[in-house]
């Protein structure tokens, strides 16, 4: 009698528990009612890993619109540099001023090769923690187009279907800087070995691992969704979140990979397509614990309007141009590969508050790392970009 009492009791608590999540969203209005939300503090020490070919170029830009937005310290690279030392592993010199600054950097987010001890030297303890994850298949593609020119084992195959059809032929993992970007690169961005072997246990250990040290991990295929929950955990505005795609590429630069290809990649990158299903997960069921869909599907047009709006005030098209089509050199993006990416122009007579910023906006990361360094560290030789500079109107 006792067990099917208590059988019992834990069938009702399961079917209560199963109710409370289905209808989270009535049962946390009805909380609201009673109790007046408490308001949340926007987060100011944030660390972002940059991963390569994952959006990550535009969450770096809203990174420095947030930091200037609010006069925050970045974690810049030393010198002459654009990365903190990729693909080397981080080491806490590589962040320019370190000995001097010390711990007190708010804001971290240019490419770097995760070493946790050593970003926590230069982050404060509080720091929160993100990263973005994309689906291995476009991934792969991306960088085989925008890495072309530089990775041996895209070089000397004639297109993405070929080098997949038989990968070890021109990939060899002793051409290790230049090869990281054909095979399991986020594995790698996170600071593991993107050649190690794919056994379960292992990578059980470093999901975990990665659990640990990261607060949150966001989906590049969902990008409005993954700012909206970011805007949510960060407690930051709307504005904070809003973007213009950076760093894309026009359309007629992608190969269109074959089932075959499609499939070989989650084998290929076997590492990343752990990492990538595991995270999608957890990045919904983050969403229907703190969001909820109906939620998220109405910030989400808010988002869009928003950005709709910005777009009409700032770009004299509606849209990213083609590298030819960029009126001021200035707001050229880097080039790389067989990749034309695509940048902005700028409305022409608008006045000073809103040209800076929409010219924040669509400001290339190169040329942005570049401007926050001579702000940070006005007595230190700029960084050369080769490119043409923006900044003169700007620092007056």
């Known amino acids: 009698l006792i067990v099917f009492s208590l059988c019992l009791g834990l069938t009702c608590l399961s079917g209560f528990f199963h109710m409370k999540n289905k209808n989270y969203s009535v049962s946390k209005s009805q909380e609201e009612l009673l109790i007046p939300p408490m308001p949340c503090q926007a987060k100011t020490n944030v660390m972002f890993l940059k991963t390569h070919k994952t959006a990550s170029s535009t969450v770096l830009n ?26 080397r592993t981080f080491l806490a010199h590589f962040v320019e001023g370190f000995k001097a600054i010390g711990q007190n950097y708010n804001i971290m987010c240019n490419h770097l090769r995760f070493n946790p001890l050593e970003v926590k030297k230069v982050m404060a ?27 041996p084992a895209f070089r000397s195959s004639k297109n993405v279907n070929e080098f997949l059809a038989s990968p070890t ?26 050649n190690a072997e794919d056994d379960t246990k292992y990578t059980q250990a470093v999901l975990e691992e990665i659990e640990q ?130 940048g902005y122009n700028l409305k022409q007579d608008l006045d000073n508050r809103t040209l800076r910023t929409c010219q924040k906006m669509v400001m290339p990361e190169l040329q942005y790392t570049s401007y926050l360094y001579t702000v940070q560290h006005p007595h230190k030789k700029r960084k050369e970009l080769g490119l043409p500079l923006l900044w003169t109107s700007l620092q007056e």
């Open 213 to 342: 040290n990261f607060h949150l991990i966001l989906i590049a295929d969902y990008f409005d969704e993954s700012m909206i929950l970011l805007k949510h955990v960060l407690c930051w505005d709307l504005d904070d979140v809003i973007y213009f795609k950076l760093n894309s590429r026009s359309q007629d630069t992608v190969q269109t990979l074959t089932p075959e290809s499609e499939e070989q990649i989650k084998a290929w990158c076997s590492l990343d397509w752990k990492l990538y299903l595991h995270f999608n997960q957890s990045f919904w069921r983050r969403i229907e614990e703190t969001i909820g869909l109906e939620v998220l599907e109405k910030e989400v047009d808010h988002l869009r309007t928003r950005q709709k709006e910005l777009m009409e005030t700032c770009l004299s098209e509606q849209e990213a141009v083609r590298k030819d089509h960029i009126r001021n050199k200035g707001l050229l993006p880097f080039q790389s590969g067989a990749a034309n990416i695509l």
């Open 62 to 87: 809203i990174m420095f619109r947030f930091a200037e937005r609010y006069n925050l310290t970045v974690a810049l690279p030393a010198d002459q540099l654009f990365h903190l030392g990729y693909p």
């Open 169 to 194: 032929k021109y990939y060899h993992p002793a051409d290790y800087r230049e090869s990281i970007y054909a095979r399991n690169i986020m594995w790698f961005d996170f600071g593991y070995d993107n």
């Open 125 to 151: 303890a509080n720091t929160f923690y993100f990263s973005i994850l994309r689906n291995p298949i476009p991934l792969l593609e991306s960088s085989y187009i925008y890495y072309k020119n530089n990775v």
